[in-house]
């Protein structure tokens, strides 16, 4: 498979504030959280409201960069096939959405199992559009 591929528009990249206390991965999803700062971030789970995937690696009391639309790259954390709606799994990555999660975007290519990287279309901050599966 070709490397995955993320187009950002000018006003598509956000900071983030970590203040986990711990370093939050390259292409994890990420939520806002109240904080310190009005761009404080965690990691998005469980398929939470999204706000977008981070550009790179945020180190506690670190901004990093977050990319808000567009297309952007995120790890899966399980087969994903392409088109499917996507959320946030446990601990960030990219999963098959169910019926009440938040829809983060919809997979532009497909991972045959966890911890690969794929192209996905963000819906938009918060868009706060639920997952319908099925009839």
């Known amino acids: 498979m070709a490397e995955p591929t993320a187009i950002v528009a000018d006003?598509?990249?956000?900071?983030?504030?970590?203040?986990?206390?711990?370093?939050?991965?390259?292409?994890?999803?990420?939520?806002?959280?109240?904080?310190?700062?009005v761009d404080?971030?965690?990691?998005?789970?469980?398929?939470?409201?999204?706000?977008g995937v981070t550009m790179a690696a945020i180190a506690d009391d670190d901004r990093g960069d977050v990319q808000t639309s567009e297309m952007a790259i995120v790890t899966s954390g399980a087969a994903i096939p392409r088109g499917s709606e996507v959320t946030a799994d446990g601990s960030g990555k990219a999963i098959v959405c169910v019926n009440g999660d938040y829809v983060a975007g919809v997979s532009?290519?497909?991972?045959?199992?966890?911890?690969?990287?794929?192209?996905?279309?963000?819906?938009?901050?918060?868009?706060?559009?639920?997952?319908?599966v099925g009839p």
Do not use: C, H, Y
Not at 15 to 33: D, M, S, W
């Open 11 to 37: 006003k598509g990249i956000r900071p983030g504030l970590n203040e986990t206390g711990t370093t939050i991965a390259r292409r994890l999803f990420v939520k806002r959280v109240a904080g310190s700062a």
């Open 40 to 51: 404080s971030v965690a990691l998005a789970v469980d398929g939470d409201s999204v706000l």
């Open 108 to 132: 532009r290519s497909e991972a045959s199992g966890a911890n690969e990287d794929i192209e996905i279309d963000l819906v938009g901050i918060n868009s706060g559009r639920l997952a319908v």
